[in-house]
C-alpha cells in the first residue's frame, strides 16, 4: 500500500505565501510522477502543477510564475511553495502521485487526504 501524507495548509491573506509538503511511504519502488491538484467548492478539481521522476514540471497557467513545485526524490516528498497567494487560490489542496510499486508492477495513481488552503481578501 501507498500512502500520501500532506501539510502545509492554513490560512493566509491575500499576497502571502503558503509551502505545501507530501511525503509518499508504502511499498514504493519507484514514483514516477508527483504533483498537486485543487478543488474549491462546487468546482471540479483541477491539476496545479506536477514533476516527474527526471524532473520535467507542469503547471496551470493560473499558477505559473506564482507557485514553485519541487521534489526530493530520495524522501518520496514533494513540495508546492505558492507565492503571491489571491482569493481564488482557496481551495483542497491533493497531492497526487503515480507509483511503480515493484519491478513487475504497473503505474497506478495515489491521493492524498487533501489539505486547506484559504487565502482572505
Known amino acids: 500500500q501507498v500512502q500520501l501524507v500532506e501539510s502545509g495548509g492554513g490560512l493566509v491573506q491575500a499576497g502571502g505565501s503558503l509551502r505545501l509538503s507530501c511525503g509518499a511511504s508504502g511499498s514504493i519502488f519507484s514514483i514516477n510522477l508527483m504533483g498537486w491538484y485543487r478543488q474549491a467548492p462546487g468546482k471540479q478539481r483541477e491539476l496545479v502543477a506536477t514533476?516527474?521522476?527526471?524532473?520535467?514540471?507542469n503547471y496551470a497557467d493560473s499558477v505559473k510564475d506564482r507557485f514553485t513545485i519541487s521534489r526530493d526524490n530520495a524522501k518520496n516528498t514533494v513540495y508546492l511553495q505558492m507565492n503571491s497567494l489571491k482569493p481564488e487560490d482557496t481551495a483542497v489542496y491533493y497531492c497526487y502521485a503515480i507509483v511503480t510499486r515493484n519491478s513487475r508492477s504497473g503505474q497506478y495513481p495515489y491521493w492524498g487526504q487533501g489539505t486547506q488552503v484559504t487565502v482572505s481578501s
Open positions: 514533476m516527474s521522476s527526471a524532473g520535467n514540471t
